[in-house]
T-cell receptor, first 108, second 110 residues
Framework: SQKIEQNSEALNIQEGKTATLTCNYT??????LQWYRQDPGRGPVFLLL?????KEKRKERLKVTFDTTLKQSLFHITASQPADSATYLC???????FGAGTRLTVKP | NAGVTQTPKFRVLKTGQSMTLLCAQD?????MYWYRQDPGMGLRLIHY???????AKGEVPDGYNVSRLKKQNFLLGLESAAPSQTSVYFC?????????FGPGTRLTVT
């Protein structure tokens, strides 16, 4: 069966550094992959979508890569700020299977 | 433009009671979804709809029913609540791909 995993439950980094979050999947070939941000007590908010034929997508300080050979997507936040602290979720196309999320904490 | 709204925000039920969660969207989206979110489990899809009058099962549909009589509304029903249904429930709508989530309903079944 399909499986989607995010590399760690929690990631702590220092302000100004680049945060890198990993999303791995198995037994599936998604047409695209999405990343969402979720703050405590709130619903997820869509950030970025990357298609299978795209290697990289950028939006302001965010960058997503998609490696269909490794079955992996990497989500980067450059020049991280305390306001970036949240849980980040990846999701496989319209099958809408979500990873459990990685809780990012950016310390000042 | 309210986006996606959910009613109620909190609810406590006793085992065996029934209730309906209401989701409404004002973005004219075709697709609507119901998820539950449990600690360490992430979001899991319960039911979804690809248009008015249609519904389909997701990953964890047992114990839930849904209806989409109007395009803007998607109802989630629990006929006989069980403690295992204690969770946070999120509704989402989508024009095609990216999803817009509501604020969630925290349900406790005792």
């Amino acid at each position: 069966s399909q499986k989607i995993e995010q590399n760690s439950e929690a990631l702590n980094i220092q302000e100004g550094k680049t945060a890198t979050l990993t999303c791995n999947y198995t037994n599936y070939s998604p047409a695209y992959l999405q990343w969402y941000r979720q703050d405590p007590g709130r619903g997820p908010v869509f950030l970025l979508l990357i298609r299978e034929n795209e290697k990289e997508k950028r939006k302001e300080r965010l960058k997503v890569t998609f490696d269909t050979t490794l079955k992996q997507s990497l989500f980067h936040i450059t020049a991280s700020q305390p306001a970036d602290s949240a849980t980040y979720l990846c999701a496989l196309d319209n099958d809408m299977r979500f990873g459990a999320g990685t809780r990012l904490t950016v310390k000042p | 433009n309210a986006g996606v709204t959910q009613t109620p925000k909190f609810r406590v039920l006793k085992t065996g009671q029934s209730m309906t969660l209401l989701c409404a969207q004002d973005m004219n989206h075709e697709y609507m979804y119901w998820y539950r979110q449990d600690p360490g489990m992430g979001l899991r899809l319960i039911h979804y709809s690809v248009g008015e009058g249609t519904t389909a099962k997701g990953e964890v549909p047992d114990g839930y029913n849904v209806s989409r009589l109007k395009k803007q509304n998607f109802l989630l029903g629990l006929e006989s609540a069980a403690p295992s249904q204690t969770s946070v429930y999120f509704c989402a709508s989508s024009p095609l791909v990216e999803q817009y989530f509501g604020p969630g309903t925290r349900l406790t079944v005792t």
